[in-house]
């Protein structure tokens, strides 16, 4: 399960001349070594994703906040008592398009209050044009979708949006093709792949640093809640080709809470919300899917679950329903349920805040679909969710009025 549709960087006779020459050379080489320490330096304290293991360990005291990068200083904007969000994706339309005032005035006048954007895509993109992370700017990451990112939070600022920023972990075609190093690789010694799909290797911390440094920049950018997509191994495709070079024998869950347990140290100095989009399935099933998501060991290591509770992605008999889609309010309210009730047991104080359905696949979702699910969100106690919609179309009347 996934988000639908979303297939988201020098001869003289003379010896005075000789001297004054090699003095010069002196002087040059120092300079040199002085800008390449200080841009090294840069590079491995401010941004750990472009160091070797042996050179900075996860979570080591040598990672230094950021200094001031490419932008002017973004306002921070405060968190809602319940986040409404939606799903903005800038990859359709861009954010100074008609599109992005007519999502805005949709947020002004309907009880939302907040959106999700991607600043890291599943194909490895990143939404804005210059980066303080260097494997991510020689693998060519950086595109413009958010050509003016101060411009964008400014925007968001003097609406009182809250922005939270979306990272896609480890699928990542970019990196993973240009930095093969760090990916999953085939019984060939090649990337792995599905389709267009490539990953990394989970096990690999240099993979971690990189999709770490990654959300520090974000935090930089003023985004107060980062949000991992993508935080598991890979479920489609032929996985019985698939080796992970950096394996260490941990299970998949291990694996997956010890990233997250990295990318909470290294986010601590920010004081950002740390959240992760799951399965919808993982909020009953006791396993991990196979894929490394297991609730409570996720819960255990975050601020925010954000489980995705399409209903057009359960099959029939899934939480007892004969058909899950034609139910939006008892798919969500099942699924919600179970995890309230797993996480209770376990003593976790993450919160829930689920994915919803504004989307149409094979039964139409209209604003009853949708408010139906929110409204199973809100019986459970569960003010906050997120809607996605790939295309960016939201319907009003599934919303309740702006507060006054």
Same mark, same amino acid.
């Given at each position: 399960?996934?988000?639908?549709?979303?297939?988201?960087?020098?001869?003289?006779?003379?010896?005075?001349?000789?001297?004054?020459?090699?003095?010069?050379?002196?002087?040059?080489?120092?300079?040199?070594?002085?800008?390449?320490?200080?841009?090294?330096?840069?590079?491995?304290?401010?941004?750990?994703?472009?160091?070797?293991?042996?050179?900075?360990?996860?979570?080591?005291?040598?990672?230094?906040?950021?200094?001031?990068?490419?932008?002017?200083?973004?306002?921070?904007?405060?968190?809602?008592?319940?986040?409404?969000?939606?799903?903005?994706?800038?990859?359709?339309?861009?954010?100074?398009?008609?599109?992005?005032?007519?999502?805005?005035?949709?947020?002004?006048?309907?009880?939302?209050?907040?959106?999700?954007?991607?600043?890291?895509?599943?194909?490895?993109?990143?939404?804005?044009?210059?980066?303080?992370?260097?494997?991510?700017?020689?693998?060519?990451?950086?595109?413009?979708?958010?050509?003016?990112?101060?411009?964008?939070?400014?925007?968001?600022?003097?609406?009182?949006?809250?922005?939270?920023?979306?990272?896609?972990?480890?699928?990542?075609?970019?990196?993973?093709?240009?930095?093969?190093?760090?990916?999953?690789?085939?019984?060939?010694?090649?990337? $792995?792949?599905?389709?267009?799909?490539? $990953?990394?290797?989970?096990?690999?911390?240099?993979? $971690?640093?990189?999709? =770490?440094?990654?959300?520090?920049?974000?935090?930089?950018?003023?985004?107060?809640?980062?949000?991992?997509?993508?935080?598991?191994?890979?479920?489609?495709?032929?996985?019985?080709?698939?080796?992970?070079?950096?394996?260490?024998?941990?299970?998949?869950?291990?694996?997956?809470?010890?990233?997250?347990?990295?990318?909470?140290?290294?986010?601590?100095?920010?004081?950002?919300?740390?959240? =992760?989009?799951?399965?919808?399935?993982?909020?009953?099933?006791?396993?991990?899917?196979?894929?490394?998501?297991?609730?409570?060991?996720?819960?255990?290591?975050?601020?925010? =679950?954000?489980?995705?509770?399409?209903?057009?992605?359960?099959?029939?008999?899934?939480?007892?329903?004969?058909?899950?889609?034609?139910?939006?309010?008892?798919?969500?309210?099942?699924?919600?349920?179970?995890?309230?009730?797993?996480?209770?047991?376990?003593?976790?104080?993450?919160?829930?805040?689920?994915?919803?359905?504004?989307?149409?696949?094979?039964?139409?979702?209209?604003?009853?679909? =949708?408010?139906?699910?929110?409204?199973?969100?809100?019986?459970?106690?569960?003010?906050?969710?997120?809607? $996605?919609?790939?295309?960016?179309?939201?319907?009003?009347?599934?919303?309740?009025?702006?507060?006054?």
């Amino acid at each position: 399960m996934h988000h639908p549709g979303y297939e988201p960087h020098r001869r003289s006779p003379s010896r005075f001349p000789l001297l004054l020459a090699a003095a010069l050379l002196v002087l040059l080489a120092g300079g040199a070594a002085f800008i390449f320490f200080i841009n090294s330096d840069r590079a491995e304290h401010a941004y750990p994703g472009n160091t070797a293991p042996e050179e900075q360990q996860p979570g080591s005291e040598s990672e230094k906040k950021p200094p001031a990068p490419f932008w002017p200083e973004s306002p921070l904007i405060p968190r809602p008592e319940q986040v409404k969000g939606i799903y903005v994706n800038v990859f359709e339309q861009p954010v100074t398009g008609p599109f992005f005032s007519d999502l805005l005035e949709l947020i002004d006048n309907t009880e939302l209050n907040a959106i999700v954007v991607d600043l890291k895509d599943d194909r490895g993109r990143l939404t804005y044009p210059r980066t303080m992370v260097p494997w991510a700017e020689s693998a060519g990451a950086p595109d413009h979708f958010i050509s003016d990112p101060a411009g964008f939070m400014a925007t968001l600022a003097e609406r009182g949006i809250y922005p939270i920023a979306r990272i896609v972990a480890f699928k990542d075609p970019v990196i993973a093709t240009q930095m093969p190093q760090l990916a999953a690789l085939n019984g060939r010694g090649e990337p $792995w792949r599905y389709g267009a799909d490539y $990953w990394l290797d989970p096990y690999n911390k240099d993979a $971690w640093k990189y999709v =770490v440094a990654l959300a520090r920049e974000a935090a930089e950018l003023g985004f107060r809640e980062i949000q991992f997509d993508y935080v598991r191994f890979p479920s489609d495709g032929d996985l019985s080709d698939i080796h992970y070079p950096a394996e260490d024998g941990s299970p998949y869950p291990e694996v997956i809470a010890a990233f997250l347990r990295y990318a909470r140290a290294s986010l601590a100095e920010y004081e950002v919300e740390l959240s =992760v989009d799951v399965f919808g399935l993982v909020t009953s099933d006791p396993g991990d899917q196979g894929i490394g998501q297991h609730l409570e060991s996720l819960a255990a290591t975050v601020d925010l =679950v954000c489980p995705m509770i399409y209903p057009s992605h359960y099959g029939a008999g899934n939480l007892g329903l004969p058909d899950p889609e034609r139910a939006p309010y008892d798919t969500v309210y099942l699924s919600l349920r179970d995890a309230q009730a797993r996480l209770e047991q376990a003593g976790l104080e993450a919160q829930l805040r689920p994915w919803l359905q504004a989307f149409t696949i094979n039964h139409f979702y209209g604003a009853a679909e =949708v408010r139906a699910q929110i409204q199973a969100a809100e019986d459970l106690g569960i003010e906050e969710f997120l809607l $996605w919609n790939n295309g960016n179309y939201y319907s009003a009347a599934a919303l309740r009025p702006a507060p006054k």
